[in-house]
């Protein structure tokens, strides 16, 4: 199976500030990757598919980058809704495998 | 609009059967794979299982092979996992989605317990 890490586990963070999570495969990938948002009690809501293309409506401060091993999601000015938990998933092979979360919380 | 609403969820003993659906509407079900993904309390999330747009092929998670089964019927826009066998590790909120993964259901809470 892939394992996907994901880099910080936590995040503390101010409204306003530039964020970066990592998310590294343990093989590669291509662009095989996905990025989610989920707060407490919800569904996670897609943001980023093919390691970088926006999902439509998502907001313009979320971007996605990288390929084969290495992927970031950016949010370029943190906003009050942004305060949730982030996942990356992987989509290249079966079992797909997500990384363990990322939470982003109020400095 | 698109809508996935999960059921079935409950309490189920160790060892003992439960069938989860998931009916869809607002997109041609019978042209796209689906999927169940779960969430144990209080953790991440894990892919569980997938089901091509015709049925003709499904992809499982090590841990669920060969205890849970993926199925759909086109006819009726609905998806099912048929869990046997359940543990109580298999203890989880499960979600479909759409193989895209741009739509998701809301959840329907699993307990295994004794």
């Known amino acids: 199976d892939i394992q996907m890490t994901q880099s910080p586990s936590t995040l503390s963070a101010s409204v306003g500030d530039r964020v970066t999570i990592t998310c590294r495969a343990s093989?590669?990938?291509?662009?095989?990757l996905a990025w989610y948002q989920q707060t407490p009690g919800r569904a996670p809501k897609l943001l980023i598919y093919k390691a970088s293309t926006l999902e439509r409506g998502v907001p313009s401060r979320f971007s996605g980058s990288g390929s084969g091993t290495e992927f970031t999601l950016t949010i370029s000015s943190l906003q009050p809704d942004d305060f949730a938990t982030y996942y990356c998933q992987q989509y290249s092979s079966y079992p797909w495998t997500f990384g363990q979360g990322t939470k982003v919380d109020v400095k | 609009q698109v809508q996935l609403v999960e059921s079935g969820g409950g309490v189920v003993q160790p060892g003992r059967s439960l069938r989860l659906s998931c009916v869809v509407s607002?997109?041609?079900?019978?042209?796209?794979?689906m999927q169940w993904v779960r969430q144990a309390p209080g953790e991440g999330l894990e892919w569980v299982a997938l089901?091509?747009?015709?049925?003709?092929?499904?992809y499982y998670k090590d841990s669920v092979k060969g205890r849970f089964i993926i199925s759909r019927d086109n006819s009726k826009n609905t998806l099912y996992l048929q869990m046997n066998s359940p543990r109580a590790e298999d203890t989880a909120v499960y979600y479909c989605?759409?193989?895209?993964?741009?739509?998701w259901g809301q959840g329907t809470l699993v307990t295994v317990t004794s």
């Open positions: 089901i091509s747009y015709d049925g003709t092929k499904s």
């Open positions: 989605a759409k193989e895209e993964n741009d739509h």
């Open positions: 093989q590669t990938i291509s662009s095989w």
């Open positions: 607002g997109f041609t079900f019978s042209d796209y794979g």
